[in-house]
Antibody, heavy 123, light 109 residues
Framework: QVQLQESGPGLVKPSETLSLTCIVSGSSITSSSFNWVWIRQPPGKGLDWIGNVKNSGDAYYNPSLKSRVTVSVDPSKNQFSLTLRSVTAADTAVYYC???????????????WGKGTTVTVSS | EIVLTQSPGTLSLSPGERATLSCRTSQSLSDTFLAWYQQKPGQAPRLLTYGASSRATGIPDRFSVSGSGTDFTLTITRLAPEDFAVYYCQHYGSSPAITFGQGTRLEIK
C-alpha cells in the first residue's frame, strides 16, 4: 500500500522560508515510472500546482513560483522536499504531496496523494 | 498552456439523481488526456477517472466520463450521499506542467 505523508512546521513568518518533506512508503522514489509532486490549496480555493521532481533530481516548476521554489529528492530516505522562500500571507494553504505516473515521454495523473498539511504564514 | 474551464460552479441535486459535470479545454485534445478528482471537505483529492473510460481502483461504475475535442463530461448516475463533494478535472500529456480546472461543487439540494 503506497502512502505519502507530509511533514513540516504549520506556522512560518513572513519573508522566511517554508520547508516541507514528503515521506514515501510502499513505492520507490527512484522509480522511473513516477514523478513526485507538490500541490497547494489556499483556503476556500482550488488546486495550484507548485512543482514536480523526477528520480534523477530534475525538477519543473510553476512559472509563477519558479524564482522562489525548490523541489528535491532524497533517495537515501525515500522522501522528497519542498522549499519556498520569501513567503507571504498569500502562501497560506494546505500543501499536498502526490505521486504522478509518467511514461517515457508523457506525464499523466496523480494516483496517490498525501493527506495534506496546513501552513499558515503569519507573524 | 491549456486552460480548463469547469461548469457549473455549483450543482445542487438530490440523492438518486444524475449529475453532469463539464470540463472545457482551451485547445482541442487529440486524445482524452483528462483526469477527474473528487475532494471531500478536509480531505485530499482522490483520483476518480483517467483517459477515455478508465476508473481508478475502487471507484464505482456509477462514475463515467465522455467527450472529445474540447468538451468533456463526468457523469454520476444515481447520486449517493457520499458523492457530494468538489470535482476537479486535470489535463495531462507531453508537458510536465499540471493544470486543473477551477472545480465544480456538487451539493445536496
Amino acid at each position: 500500500q503506497v502512502q505519502l505523508q507530509e511533514s513540516g512546521p504549520g506556522l512560518v513568518k513572513p519573508s522566511e522560508t517554508l520547508s516541507l518533506t514528503c515521506i514515501v512508503s510502499g513505492s520507490s522514489i527512484t522509480s522511473s515510472s513516477f514523478n513526485w509532486v507538490w500541490i497547494r490549496q489556499p483556503p476556500g480555493k482550488g488546486l495550484d500546482w507548485i512543482g514536480n521532481v523526477k528520480n534523477s533530481g530534475d525538477a519543473y516548476y510553476n512559472p509563477s513560483l519558479k524564482s522562489r521554489v525548490t523541489v528535491s529528492v532524497d533517495p537515501s530516505k525515500n522522501q522528497f522536499s519542498l522549499t519556498l522562500r520569501s513567503v507571504t500571507a498569500a502562501d497560506t494553504a494546505v500543501y499536498y504531496c502526490a505521486r504522478r505516473i509518467v511514461g517515457r515521454i508523457s506525464y499523466f495523473y496523480m494516483d496517490v496523494w498525501g493527506k495534506g498539511t496546513t501552513v499558515t504564514v503569519s507573524s | 498552456e491549456i486552460v480548463l474551464t469547469q461548469s457549473p460552479g455549483t450543482l445542487s441535486l438530490s440523492p438518486g439523481e444524475r449529475a453532469t459535470l463539464s470540463c472545457r479545454t482551451s485547445q482541442s485534445l487529440s486524445d482524452t488526456f483528462l483526469a477527474w478528482y473528487q475532494q471531500k471537505p478536509g480531505q485530499a483529492p482522490r483520483l476518480l477517472t483517467y483517459g477515455a473510460s478508465s476508473r481508478a481502483t475502487g471507484i464505482p461504475d456509477r462514475f463515467s466520463v465522455s467527450g472529445s475535442g474540447t468538451d468533456f463530461t463526468l457523469t454520476i448516475t444515481r447520486l449517493a450521499p457520499e458523492d457530494f463533494a468538489v470535482y476537479y478535472c486535470q489535463h495531462y500529456g507531453s508537458s510536465p506542467a499540471i493544470t486543473f480546472g477551477q472545480g465544480t461543487r456538487l451539493e445536496i439540494k
